[in-house]
């Protein structure tokens, strides 16, 4: 039996998984920050997170990971996404200097700081494919891939999957 684990599930949990979210909303099995949660050791063979780590601070992604780490069983996967920080700050600037930009400012602005319609829903940390490598090596994660393509194989899809203005890093990395 496999057994799968979404982390920040929100309002849209995806069919199939154990449901996790800091807020009780419909559908949410575990109502606990993502450092937190005590399924066992090995217990699961997949860990989802879509628009997740970004709302974490720094430190909270390093506790984050290492949980999700520790309940994988070897060979397990995360996935997950971010917006990828680089392009938004420059679409942001673009807009800023008077130049075109794929999106208006307010949705700029809600991709870099959060769209903050409820608690929890801020950014607080911003990420780079460079920095989430390292972040995910530390932790000792290995056979890191990326790509949206990995995502929609998979049937995990969300709209802004498959409009490539709206920037994020898809990253599926292996337990060792």
Same mark, same amino acid.
């Given at each position: 039996?496999?057994?799968?684990?979404e982390i920040g599930c929100g309002h849209r949990p995806t069919p199939g998984y154990i449901h996790n979210d800091i807020n009780a909303f419909?559908?949410?099995?575990?109502?606990?920050? @993502?450092?937190?949660?005590?399924?066992?050791? #090995?217990?699961?063979?997949?860990?989802l997170a879509l628009g997740v780590i970004e709302h974490l601070t720094y430190e909270q992604v390093k506790m984050s990971l290492a949980n999700?780490?520790?309940?994988?069983? @070897?060979?397990?996967?995360?996935?997950?996404?971010? @917006?990828?920080?680089?392009?938004?700050?420059?679409?942001?600037?673009?807009?800023?200097?008077?130049?075109?930009?794929?999106?208006?400012?307010?949705?700029?602005?809600?991709?870099?700081? #959060?769209?903050?319609?409820?608690?929890?829903?801020?950014?607080?940390?911003?990420?780079?494919?460079?920095?989430?490598? #390292?972040?995910?090596?530390?932790?000792?994660?290995?056979?890191?891939?990326?790509?949206?393509?990995?995502?929609?194989?998979?049937?995990?899809?969300?709209?802004?999957?498959?409009? @490539?203005?709206?920037?994020?890093?898809?990253?599926?990395?292996?337990?060792?």
């Amino acid at each position: 039996m496999t057994l799968k684990l979404e982390i920040g599930c929100g309002h849209r949990p995806t069919p199939g998984y154990i449901h996790n979210d800091i807020n009780a909303f419909p559908e949410v099995d575990l109502v606990c920050s @993502p450092w937190e949660i005590e399924l066992g050791d #090995g217990a699961l063979d997949e860990v989802l997170a879509l628009g997740v780590i970004e709302h974490l601070t720094y430190e909270q992604v390093k506790m984050s990971l290492a949980n999700v780490y520790r309940m994988l069983r @070897p060979g397990g996967g995360f996935y997950f996404d971010v @917006p990828d920080l680089s392009v938004w700050c420059r679409y942001a600037a673009e807009f800023c200097e008077g130049r075109p930009a794929p999106f208006p400012i307010e949705h700029i602005l809600a991709t870099l700081y #959060g769209w903050q319609r409820w608690p929890g829903d801020e950014h607080k940390s911003g990420w780079y494919k460079e920095k989430i490598v #390292g972040a995910l090596e530390r932790t000792g994660f290995g056979s890191l891939r990326f790509g949206v393509e990995i995502f929609l194989e998979r049937g995990v899809e969300r709209n802004r999957m498959r409009n @490539p203005a709206d920037a994020h890093i898809y990253c599926a990395a292996t337990k060792g």
